[in-house]
């Protein structure tokens, strides 16, 4: 996995202060996309142990609510695993602390990817410039939607079939 950058106090990308790793890879490339220098999934720099140590020193402040996943694509093929592993961590350490992931997949097509039982909320869907709306809280386009994952996870569905997603208040 590769990486563009750590923000350290953010309080646009998911409530509260929160540490966000920026990461590298997307096959969406959507118009008027806020990080075009993200697509390249061999972009940026190698997610290191130092920059494994930073997120984990900002998360131990008491006044930082949690970590976000953004880029780039959190599930981009070249990202899934190690961001796994990455948001894995960060639930053992800092059961306290919420996640939350950007992707332009939609819920109904990563609603079965495992790293998804550690995330708190996702924000789903492709920006769209014709649905932009700067209004909007944590997205940047109508279409895209900020889903209370747990509570999505939880709903149980008869015939297989994924179930609507919980919308995060």
């Not at 990080?35 to 900002?58: C, V």
């Not at 306290?96 to 079965?112: A, Q, V």
């Not at 708190?120 to 769209?128: I, M, Q, S």
């Amino acid at each position: 996995m590769r990486y563009h950058d750590i923000t350290k106090d953010d309080m646009l990308n998911g409530d509260g202060l929160r540490v966000v790793l920026w990461v590298s890879g997307c096959n969406h490339y959507c118009k008027h996309c806020q990080n075009p220098l993200t697509w390249d999934p061999d972009g940026g720099l190698p997610f290191d142990e130092p920059a494994r140590r930073e997120i984990f020193s900002q998360l131990e402040k008491p006044y930082i609510s949690g970590a976000t996943f953004s880029g780039g694509d959190p599930l981009h093929p070249a990202n899934r695993a190690q961001v796994r592993e990455l948001m894995r961590e960060i639930k053992e350490r800092f059961p306290e602390k919420t996640i939350w992931l950007y992707t332009g997949e939609l819920w109904e097509d990563c609603r079965s990817y495992a790293g998804l039982r550690y995330v708190d909320v996702l924000v789903d869907g492709e920006f769209r410039i014709e649905e932009k709306d700067t209004k909007l809280r944590w997205r940047g386009s109508r279409n895209q939607r900020v889903i209370d994952v747990p509570s999505s996870l939880a709903v149980p569905t008869a015939d297989g079939r994924t179930a609507e997603p919980v919308l995060y208040v």
